[in-house]
């Protein structure tokens, strides 16, 4: 057997003044790809910080910056280090003060440190996509990057490509209609986002994954090896996705049409899958989900694939189950519309009364320690609505491991 050794990552250290950095920064010599966070992520405090410790002349992290081959051209890309270049460039620029002075206020001795404080610069290459998310990843000092931001990273994939395109750019998709629900959650051109850790982009793969492999994998988690990154969204597949999209937003615009919010007030509690959204996601395919799991109690000896991990053409989940059941659609589009309508009615006619604690009562009992999503989540809020008979009552002391969404 031939094995192939993989090629490994070349570096090279150099040292760079401070001002030739933010000089190709500004010329646009080094790209900034998109796992780089926005660059007002840092504060005024942090900012001065960082400006103090070039003044005193204390040692500074070093730059990372990836270097490729594209045809005759060599690509340079900033890997770590563009909130650095970026502050050293707003204080050249005197945008903010540092110890109650400017840029043009220092002393010509001080401008000259500045401007020549040496930087070093770690220049690596044959690094794959993955690898140089990985290297960045390990240069936050205890601040990796979050699932959303990894997503980000990973923006010409077929499902983030998709996700994007469909919820998250003005004018295209369904992000117009959308906004009307759960408020603007996307990118406008030349504007730059208030999504600055992606908790948006978070949800809205999680919500695309749960339309497109089934309510199991609508999760807080970044699964880059799954398949789902690289899974096809083909015309016939992005068509059954839409209609059980259209179906969740004609559930949010029947009860809108029944007790209006009259502005943003409901935004947030229709964006976030653990408020309403994932349940309804769930009940979306539970009747084929039911027949399913009957098959399976009938036929005990075969062995298969649990109904949300068998994704092929022919098997396991299938979005748009509904199209040929309108009467089960029927049944679910009025009791989400009437459970969700309800709430609102409570906290509109006593304003006291704070809607989590009204969810926590309803289809989230249960969920105030254990908050992450999981298919038992959204089945245990699912019968809680339509069927409170089959609800097994249970403690669980588990406790939240993961971020919730903005």
């Not at 996509?129 to 990796?144: K, V």
């Not at 049944?331 to 989590?356: C, D, F, L, M």
């Amino acid at each position: 057997m031939a094995f192939v050794t993989r090629s490994r990552i070349s570096k090279q250290l150099t040292q760079v003044p401070l001002s030739s950095l933010i000089e190709q920064l500004t010329r646009g010599e080094l790209e900034i790809p998109p796992h780089q966070r926005q660059s007002k992520c840092w504060d005024l405090k942090r900012k001065s910080k960082f400006i103090t410790s070039i003044l005193k002349g204390y040692p500074i992290p070093s730059i990372l910056v990836s270097s490729k081959r594209v045809g005759a051209a060599t690509i340079h890309t900033l890997e770590d280090g563009l909130q650095r270049i970026t502050t050293a460039k707003l204080f050249r620029e005197n945008q903010f003060e540092c110890e109650k002075r400017t840029y043009s206020q220092l002393s010509d001795i001080e401008r000259e440190r500045f401007d020549s404080e040496g930087i070093a610069v770690i220049t690596f290459s044959n690094a794959s996509d993955d690898d140089r998310i990985q290297i960045f990843d390990w240069h936050q000092n205890g601040l990796p990057l979050t699932p959303g931001e990894r997503y980000h990273a990973q923006s010409t994939t077929p499902l983030v490509e998709f996700t994007k395109k469909m919820l998250m750019t003005p004018g295209t998709g369904y992000h117009d209609r959308a906004a009307q629900i759960w408020g603007i959650r996307g990118d406008y051109p030349g504007v730059e986002t208030k999504d600055n850790r992606r908790r948006w982009l978070l949800n809205a793969v999680a919500l695309v994954k749960g339309l497109r492999f089934g309510p199991a994998f609508a999760n807080k988690k970044y699964e880059p090896d799954s398949g789902h990154m690289t899974a096809d969204f083909n015309s016939s597949k992005q068509i059954a996705m839409c209609r059980d999209l259209e179906r969740i937003f004609s559930i949010y615009e029947e009860v809108e049409a029944i007790v209006p919010s009259n502005g943003k007030k409901y935004h947030n509690l229709h964006w976030d899958l653990g408020m309403f959204t994932g349940y309804i996601l769930y009940s979306l395919s539970v009747g084929r989900r039911e027949a399913y799991q009957r098959s399976q109690r009938e036929n005990p000896a075969t062995e298969v694939a649990p109904f949300e991990e068998r994704v092929g053409e022919h098997g396991g989940y299938q979005p748009n189950s509904l199209q040929n059941n309108p009467e089960d659609w029927d049944y679910i589009k009025s009791g989400w519309v009437s459970y969700i309508t309800k709430i609102r009615k409570a906290v509109e006619e006593n304003p006291s009364k704070k809607i989590n604690r009204l969810l926590l009562d309803g289809h989230q009992k249960g969920t105030s320690k254990a908050r992450s999503w999981t298919l038992e989540r959204w089945e245990d809020g699912y019968l809680r609505v339509f069927h409170p008979e089959r609800v097994v009552e249970q403690s669980s002391d588990e406790e939240e491991d993961e971020e919730d969404i903005d």
